[in-house]
């Protein structure tokens, strides 16, 4: 069983900080809020009503607005202000073929670097470990976190902090909100099992190669998913067929 009990991921936003209490406050109201559900794609953010509800002045919560209208959170026109972004299947797509590069990257380096530190195969392991135990069992967002650790042990693991910071600045956590739209996660728990067990175990034997070819499978297997394919989970999956 996995010792890691917690895919939640406060820390990630950190570098979003203004460093003043009160904007930030504002800012990881609507990052809680968005991560909740409490605020959908499309919803309008009312400036007056969050800084009643926080009981700070407009002012903060105009900064904490426009930082997140930066990060790609939040669209922001004259006429109809400030609004949550919504993401089609197209952009979805085109966020995880870039997002899929960093991940690739980063499974290369942890195989070349595997053998560094004498946790790194156990760790690793532990979070393979939370991928197995939670396939089937947590909706799609939730799901797309324990997956999300399993990566930044491997960040870890290929001594590759800043692929952390990649992405968070790539909004990973803004627009795999949108994946269950696409992608029944549930459905394809064995799936996600097997492919990223092939990805643990080149990874585990010193395989660079081998790691980056199988996250490449999970990456195709993927984007067919978004793209509406639904493959039959009993029978491998062959890329174009």
Same mark, same amino acid.
């Given at each position: 069983?996995?010792?890691?009990?917690?895919?939640?991921?406060?820390?990630?936003?950190?570098?979003?900080?203004?460093?003043?209490?009160?904007?930030?406050? +504002?800012?990881? #109201? @609507?990052?809680?809020?968005?991560?909740? %559900?409490?605020?959908?794609?499309?919803? &309008?953010?009312? /400036? =007056?009503?969050?800084?009643?509800?926080?009981?700070?002045?407009?002012?903060? +919560?105009?900064? #904490? @607005?426009?930082?997140?209208?930066?990060? %790609?959170?939040?669209?922001?026109?004259? &006429?109809?202000? /400030? =609004?949550?972004?919504?993401?089609?299947?197209?952009?979805?797509?085109?966020?995880?073929?870039?997002?899929?590069?960093?991940?690739?990257?980063?499974?290369?380096?942890?195989?070349?670097?595997?053998?560094?530190?004498?946790?790194?195969?156990?760790?690793?392991?532990?979070?393979?470990?939370?991928?197995?135990?939670?396939?089937?069992?947590?909706?799609?967002?939730?799901?797309?976190?324990?997956?999300?650790?399993?990566?930044?042990?491997?960040?870890?693991?290929?001594?590759?902090?800043?692929?952390?910071?990649?992405?968070?600045?790539?909004?990973?956590?803004?627009?795999?909100?949108?994946?269950?739209?696409?992608?029944?996660?549930?459905?394809?728990?064995?799936?996600?099992?097997?492919?990223?067990?092939?990805?643990?175990?080149?990874?585990?034997?010193?395989?660079?190669?081998?790691?980056?070819?199988?996250?490449?499978?999970?990456?195709?297997?993927?984007?067919?998913?978004?793209?509406?394919?639904?493959?039959?989970?009993?029978?491998?999956?062959?890329?174009?067929?």
């Amino acid at each position: 069983m996995s010792d890691i009990t917690d895919f939640s991921f406060p820390d990630i936003f950190e570098s979003l900080s203004t460093g003043r209490d009160s904007s930030d406050r +504002v800012l990881q #109201a @609507i990052i809680n809020g968005l991560l909740a %559900g409490r605020y959908q794609p499309g919803e &309008r953010v009312v /400036a =007056r009503q969050l800084a009643e509800e926080l009981e700070v002045s407009i002012v903060p +919560v105009r900064e #904490a @607005i426009h930082l997140l209208a930066g990060e %790609g959170v939040i669209d922001l026109t004259a &006429r109809k202000g /400030a =609004r949550i972004r919504s993401m089609d299947r197209e952009e979805v797509s085109a966020w995880w073929r870039i997002q899929s590069v960093v991940a690739k990257l980063g499974v290369g380096f942890a195989a070349r670097r595997i053998n560094r530190r004498d946790d790194s195969v156990a760790r690793l392991q532990d979070a393979m470990d939370l991928i197995r135990e939670n396939a089937g069992a947590l909706d799609g967002f939730e799901y797309l976190m324990v997956l999300l650790r399993y990566h930044m042990v491997i960040h870890d693991v290929a001594e590759m902090p800043q692929l952390n910071e990649a992405t968070r600045r790539l909004g990973f956590f803004f627009w795999a909100i949108f994946f269950p739209a696409y992608i029944p996660v549930r459905e394809y728990g064995q799936m996600y099992i097997r492919n990223h067990q092939r990805v643990t175990d080149a990874i585990v034997n010193g395989d660079p190669a081998g790691a980056e070819a199988a996250y490449q499978y999970h990456i195709d297997w993927t984007i067919a998913l978004i793209e509406g394919e639904r493959p039959d989970i009993s029978k491998p999956w062959v890329h174009g067929s």
